[in-house]
């Protein structure tokens, strides 16, 4: 292992949990000391600051910043997960338009209180909920304060919307559309998620973890 210090602009692939990756460009460095700032679940990719070394005093600035991703979220089903990944558990017919989409919208910007959904890593008596609800097992959740500071709408095609989210720390991107959906009386859920920001730093600064693969092979 080496003394590796500063922070890497990790682009997150798809498919894999935060952790991860971690430990995979940890093993690339071959470095002594690492950690992420922030978690992406395996089906959400993009921006994942890791530092190492004496930069690991700062993860918890990190994990405490704002943060910005673009969403896709496909109207008329609902999921247990409320992403792509969880079983369908309604099925309602879409009767909104775009015009109707942005006023709802409207009700989702700003401060307000936001209850974590059950497949969030959040501990209830030492356990992560999403250990509970795996086993089908939901429990109290207290809502928590978040605040939406941007929610915009890029593209609506009658079933599919993509949008630009800028909240707070602890804010479940899943939630807000899941609550999104519930608001229009159809369901919805995420079907695609990508951070781009995070603070000071943005996803024009990333770097893809298959262009880091050459370190492992020059250092060896």
Known sequence: RRAVHGILLL????DISSNGILQRVRWLYQAE???HTG???PLASGLL??????ATKFCQFLLDTDKTYLVTAHFGLRTDTSDAAG???SRKPVAFDQRMLEQIMQQFRGPQMQIPTMFSALKYQGQPLYKYARQGITVPREARPITIFRFDLLEFDGQDARFIVHCSKGTYIRTLIDDLGEALGCGAYVTALHRVHVGPFHASQMHKVELLEPLNARAD
């Open 49 to 54: 600051p890791i530092c190492f070394g004496e």
């Open 39 to 41: 978690a992406l679940d």
């Open 11 to 14: 682009d997150k692939p798809l």
């Open 33 to 35: 000391k690492a950690g």
């Open 87 to 89: 079983e369908v558990i």
